[in-house]
C-alpha cells in the first residue's frame, strides 16, 4: 500500500477510510505521472542531444500523442475531485450527525491552549458571557444559569466514546487557530466570533494527539492536547471525576 509507503499515519475514524481511498489513488496517479514525465525528461535528454540535432526542428511535434496524454490527465483529476473528493467534503458538511445520535463538545481555541467544553447530562451548554472569565473559569460560564450547573471544561484533553460520533463546535477566544487530529483525519480552523462544526466517528479505542495546525503565536508549538477515545464507563468516570472538580459540593465550597 503506497500510503503506508509513504508514511501516512493509521487512520482511526469511520469516515478516514474514504479519505484513505483517495490519498492511495492520488498516490498512484502521482507515482504513474512521476515515471511518465521522468521517462520524458530522459527520452528528451537523449532524442534532442545537440549532437543529434545541431539545428532545431521548427515544427515540433507531429502527432496527438501529447494531447491525448493532457486529456487523459485531465479526465481523470476531473474524476479524482467530482468522483471522490467533493462526495466526501459533502459528507463531512451536510450530514451532520443530529443532537440525539452525536456527542457534541466545544472546543475552544486559546493562547495556547485548548479548552474543551461538555454540556454535562442535560445536554445544554451553560450560558456564557465573558466578564466571568477568570483562571478557573476560562470559558466565561455563568454560575447563575441552571442549564451551565452540569457542565466541565477540560484543558488540553478531549474524551470521546468510542464508536458514538462526536461534533466539535470549533472556536477560539482570541487569534486563529486550528484543531487538527491526523488519525482522526479532520482538521478544522477555530476563527473568533463562529463556531463551526466538525464531526467524526472514532472506531478504535486509545489516545491520539491534536496539534494547533494554524501559527498562532510564539507558544503555538507548545499547543497540543490529547484525545482519549474511550470505552463508555471509562468516559463516564473521566465526566464524574472533572464534575467533582470543577463543581465542589456545598459543604466544602466557602
Ligand atoms: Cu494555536
Known sequence: MLNRLMGIIPNASEHGRGVEHMLEVCHWFMLVLFIGWGTFFLVSLYKFNKARHPKADYQGVRSHGSTHAEFAVIFIEAALLLGFAMPLWGKRVVDIPNQAEAMRVRAVGEQYAWNFHYAGPDGVFGRQNASFVTASNPLGLDPQDEAGKDDVVSK???????QRPVVLEVTSK???HAVSVPQMRIAQDAIPGTKVPLWFRPIKLGKYEIICAQLCGAGHYAMRSVLMVDKQEDFEAF???LFSMQHPAPASAK
Open 156 to 162: 488540553n484533553e478531549l474524551h470521546v466514546i468510542n
Open 174 to 176: 482570541d487569534v486563529i
Open 239 to 241: 465526566q464524574k471525576e
